[in-house]
Every structure is written in structure tokens, then in C-alpha cells.
């Protein structure tokens, strides 16, 4: 058995030698394709729930949250709101795109870090995609000056 080579033309040592082994092309395409799986696979099964029951709970003290913005609360899963002053809002903080946690409100938003969707603090609507549909919002009332779930 001969191994010419045209010059110029695309080849791969493994197939023209004819020894069965893998193709550089296709250890590389297969490299690739795993990758992307493992990340599909990493951003849908994002393991974030809606916590139980947040009926009675303070999740925040009114004078955390700042006029215009607000704050995320990771262990109750909850975004509170403060979009005019003494007007709260509370929502959940679990994005309604793939399920990862907000983390941060800024500029009349509430941001996730995972795919850019963006939230209105106002009524929780969505401002910026890849998200389709609103976070839940929490009815709140204020006692004591805390923030609870009516």
C-alpha cells in the first residue's frame, strides 16, 4: 500500500493509511459535540425551586431595599423591590428561562447572570430576553418594618 498525497488536497494521515484508527476530524468533531451537550445539559437541569411555602415570612427590612432598586435574597429565592419610595415588590428570584437565580437589580432591572434576561422591578415583566414570561410575583405587606409574604 502507497500513502501519495495530491499537493494541495485536504487529507488525514489515519484515513489514507488506511489504519482504522480515528480521524484527527473526527476525535475533533466529537470533542465538540460532547461539549456542547454537557452545556445544554448544564443550563437545563439548573436544579432551582420554588421554595415551599413563603406565606408569614420577612424576607427583607425596608430599609435594605433602595428606592428605585433592590436586593436578591439567595436563601429564600426571593427579589425584593422598591420601585417608588414605600412601594414594595417581591418576586421570585428564579429566572422563568432556564431556572438559574437572579443576582442583581440595577437601572429598573432585575438581571440574570446565566442567559441576560432582564426584569422590570416594577411589576417584574420581562425587559430583555432570552426569557419569555414574567417572574411570579409574592404579595407583600410591611410589618415592623420588614418586608413579608401576605
Do not use: W
Not at 445544554?40 to 428605585?68: F, M, R, W, Y
Not at 434576561?117 to 405587606?141: C, N
Amino acid at each position: 500500500m502507497t500513502n501519495e498525497v495530491t499537493p494541495g488536497a485536504p487529507h488525514d494521515d489515519a484515513e489514507s493509511a488506511g489504519t482504522g484508527g480515528l480521524a484527527r476530524r473526527t476525535v475533533l468533531y466529537g470533542a465538540g459535540a460532547a461539549g456542547a451537550a454537557l452545556l445544554a445539559a448544564g443550563c437545563a437541569t439548573n436544579q432551582n425551586k420554588e421554595p415551599k411555602d413563603l406565606s408569614g415570612k420577612e424576607v427583607a427590612k425596608a430599609a435594605d431595599i433602595p428606592v428605585g432598586g433592590g436586593k436578591t435574597f439567595a436563601d429564600t429565592k426571593v427579589v425584593v423591590t422598591q420601585p417608588q419610595q414605600g412601594a414594595f415588590k417581591a418576586f421570585t428570584a428564579i429566572c422563568t428561562h432556564q431556572g438559574c437565580l437572579v443576582n442583581k437589580v440595577a437601572g429598573g432591572v432585575i438581571k440574570c447572570p446565566c442567559h441576560g434576561s432582564e426584569f422590570k422591578i416594577t411589576d417584574g415583566s420581562v425587559a430583555h430576553g432570552p426569557a419569555s414570561r414574567p417572574l411570579k410575583e409574592y404579595p407583600v405587606q410591611v410589618k415592623n418594618g420588614g418586608i413579608v409574604i401576605s
